[in-house]
């Protein structure tokens, strides 16, 4: 049986080329001898490779058990239960620029109840503005009083009728309304981009108020205690990301199924659950200070303020002493021990929780 012997782990190939193309490497042995000792290699904080002798190197290269990390259609415990946002398939007739929602209210008189703020992982990260059309089933028939908004509603179903797509052909009957819907449009939301870089060292995650459109090229927990947006602004979360998720080019792509429903968290108490509701806060709160900075410019690592690199740290203490009662040493320490943890809740949990292939959003 052949397995993995010697391993390094992910670092970037660089050369003197003029234009220097973007690639990951990783360096992996592989031997049929059993009686070999198996090393893993690994780049700590970017201060030279280090070498380990461990028992086994999984397909992770992780020192670890054989495990594949397969998609999970809930998740486990009380973590709250992540989906994507709103998908219009309106041909654009529902969404508008901030400027064309001012004009809208203020020429069209397009009541302003029935414009919302719209985010996806664009609009968050680089801090766009953007609007979009949001009108309850109750609603149509006072909305439909207003002509431009007759206008608008006229042409998404025109875009919706000629669809190759009985499915979207059948949306036509609701014009006023985005093809999927997946809020009521009022709950607050936690907003997880789907995709982002890779050179931030946490990932992008923040709080919606109510009112807020999540698009569908976002993931949103709605209504979901602030705790749980501390665990997804943890070091810990983002390694795990970063290991069993896929990539675009080599940004993080984000999965509900395969990256939060198997996240592995011990069992919080109320008092954990307290603190780390405090350390999100305290995130939040740095980044107001320098408003009106982006989640682009606060996160950029050689720009990042103290104020707000202090509270990912207070908070990636309070959590990491969850887990193992200090601070993990390193990146890898932390992938051996959240993969101890996958494995023991892979095999104790009841089996309609456990993951399966099916049901993936990445």
Known sequence: MHRITFAHTSFKWANLASHNAGVTVVIVG?????????????????????VKAVENINAYLVAGPDVTVGPASQPHGDLAEMSF?????????LLLSAAQAATAAEVQDVPRIYIRSFVGSQEFIRGIERRCLWIGDDEYSNASDNAWLRQRFEAVRLQR???????????????????????KGNESAIIIPS???????????????SRTIISNLA???????????????????????????????????????????????????????IDLTRCAENILLARETHFPATISDLYDPK??????????????????RIYIGRRFRNDT????KLFELYT????????????????SAS
């Open 303 to 320: 720009k990042m303020p103290t104020d707000l690199r202090e509270a990912h740290q207070r908070n990636d203490e309070v959590l990491e």
């Open 85 to 93: 946002g709103s998908m219009p398939n309106d041909g654009g007739h």
């Open 344 to 359: 023991k809740m892979t095999t104790s949990i009841p089996s309609k929780t456990k993951t399966k292939r099916k049901g």
């Open 30 to 50: 592989i031997s049929n001898r059993a009686d070999r000792t198996r090393l893993l290699f690994s780049d700590v904080d970017g201060n030279g490779a280090t």
């Open 195 to 209: 995709v982002s870089s890779e050179t931030r060292e946490y990932l992008p995650v923040g709080y919606a108020p």
């Open 333 to 336: 320490e932390r992938l051996e």
């Open 219 to 273: 993931f949103a927990m709605y209504n979901a205690p602030l705790w749980n947006m501390a665990l997804i602004a943890s070091r810990l979360h983002l390694v795990w990301i970063a290991t069993v998720c896929g990539k675009l080019k080599t940004d993080f792509r984000y999965s509900n199924t395969l990256g939060w429903n198997t996240f592995p968290v011990p069992t919080l108490t109320e008092k954990m659950k």
């Open 161 to 183: 009728s000629k669809s190759d797509r009985a499915t979207t052909r059948a949306l036509a009957e609701t014009p006023y309304r985005f093809g999927e819907v997946r809020q």
